[in-house]
């Protein structure tokens, strides 16, 4: 294989071990034939200095690492790829922020990203680009003469034409990506809704399984991420020895568990899920002081205003379950807004009889993966699932299915799922859990590169 080049806004810190399943099998990949990680080193300096750029060499490994000035942090950062795409592509037209300073920073740090990646690169080089803060960067490495094939993959949906062109200046995005040689998604409907917006925006004709934009040729594909799935298997079944594990059973003395784990986000459809449980409670008395509810929300993105909103939101709707519903020996909602480590959710997911992933709109989610990975596999939970993740594509056949805007739905899929029997509970494990052992985040990363390999270095992919 080629050597490979990936590049994100955000690098694990160079030297450390890897935690996440995705950064794991990105560091095997860039290990086996040495390669280089290049992004974002979290580090702002003053606008009238030039930003630090520094490489640093682990193993096989080069990291490359350029720093921000505090105005293009805001501009690119939190302005365009939070405040305007981030919502965007999360269908969230409402909270889309867009400020043409913002677009202007956004365009200016990827060219930043491109001249000095441009500085690294071989003619052989595969260059993997990852989500939407780099949309532009293949592009801005072409108009530079690189001729390597250069692949983006998006990690967050992609939303219907009439959603995602309602942004002032998406025709030029659209056409900054036709830079690539090889778009991947997540799911068959976040690559039919971009070739959409390609159609309706572009002067676009297509050449067997290619799309043809002027002088570029590009290919979409789908490419569902996964995770660890053996490694998470492994963790789960060890984790009974960690102390907070053994003292969260010994709390709840007998109760059933269900647990929600997300980053604070108003994507994730926490309020919705606590109003769910409610509803649950309220349907169903018989549970109350049976089940306790588990919610890990560890903050995320605490400069962005509505995320401040949003947990002011959420503590308000924990307290006031606490007041309706709580007992002096019994809580019904523990609401956690710290992280964890993988180990110790790992154990949380296995001690669970149900995970409540309901994201309003969500690319994959690994955590119901993740939770799916974690079971015993003699006694396993059950997982109730928003039909608006991109993982319900593949544990449809296993998950109960919910509409997380529907408040009965989640109450009647609670109820369902504390009831089924243990024989119907290994079943549908048995079929999530074959899915995953089927496709780890390793075949992932294996088959988006193989199919990047693949591209030919054709004259249309280059730019006029």
């Known amino acids: 294989m080629s050597r490979l080049i990936v590049v994100s806004n955000r690098v694990p810190e160079a030297g450390a071990p890897s935690t996440g399943g995705l950064a794991v099998a ?55 790829a939070n405040g305007a795409l981030w919502p965007l592509f999360h269908y969230r037209l409402g909270l889309t922020e867009f400020a043409r300073s913002d677009s202007a ?6 060219r930043l990203f491109a001249d000095r990646l441009k500085t690294l690169i071989q003619p052989d080089d595969l260059i993997w680009v990852h989500d939407y803060h780099l949309l532009p960067l293949g592009d801005e490495l072409r108009r530079r003469g690189v001729g390597s094939r250069i692949g983006y993959f998006h990690h967050v949906p992609w939303p219907a034409p009439d959603v995602f062109l309602s942004l002032p200046g998406a025709a030029r995005l659209l056409q900054a990506m036709t830079g690539y040689d090889l778009i991947g998604f997540q799911t068959p409907l976040d690559a039919q809704n971009f070739e959409a917006c390609l159609e309706r925006s572009l002067p676009l004709r297509r050449a067997g399984p290619d799309l043809v934009i002027g002088p570029r040729r590009l290919r979409v594909g789908v490419f569902p991420i996964s995770i ?21 059973k010994e709390n709840l003395a007998g109760q059933r568990l269900l647990i929600g784990v997300d980053r604070l986000d108003y994507t994730k459809g926490i ?38 909103v949003l947990e002011k939101e959420i503590a308000t709707l924990a307290g006031q379950m606490a007041g309706e519903w709580g007992r002096l020996d019994w809580t019904p909602l523990r609401y956690v807004n710290r992280a964890f480590g993988q180990n110790v959710l790992a154990g949380l997911y296995r001690l669970a009889d149900v995970a409540l992933v309901t994201p309003l709109r969500d690319g994959m989610n690994l955590v119901a993966k993740e939770f799916v990975a974690s079971q015993n596999p003699e006694d396993p939970g059950v997982l109730v699932l928003s039909r608006f993740a991109g993982a319900a594509e593949e544990l449809a056949e296993g998950a109960l299915v919910v509409n997380p805007y529907d408040q009965e739905a989640i109450s009647h899929a609670l109820s369902e799922a504390l009831a089924m029997p243990q024989s ?37 992919r280059m730019p006029a």
């Open 228 to 248: 660890d799935t053996p490694g998470f298997a492994r963790r789960a079944a060890q984790a009974a020895a960690e102390p907070a594990l053994r003292r969260l």
């Open 26 to 80: 990105l560091r095997a990949a860039l290990e086996a034939e040495g390669g280089i990680w290049m992004g974002w080193s979290g580090r702002t300096c003053a606008e009238d200095t030039t930003p630090g750029f520094s490489l640093r060499k682990t193993g096989a490994i080069t990291w490359a690492l350029s720093d921000l000035t505090r105005r293009d942090l805001a501009e690119y950062y939190q302005g365009f």
């Open 105 to 110: 920073g956004y365009y200016r740090v990827n």
């Open 424 to 460: 119907e509970r290994r079943r549908r494990h048995q079929a999530m859990m074959q899915m995953l052992e089927d496709h780890t985040v390793f075949d992932w990363c294996r088959s988006y590169l193989s199919a990047l390999e693949l591209r030919q270095s054709l004259p249309e």
């Open 271 to 308: 309020p919705e899920r606590i109003g769910g449980f409610r509803r649950f409670l309220t349907d169903f008395p018989e549970h109350a002081g049976k089940v306790s509810f588990l919610q890990i929300a560890p903050r995320s993105r605490s400069e962005v205003g509505q995320y401040e």
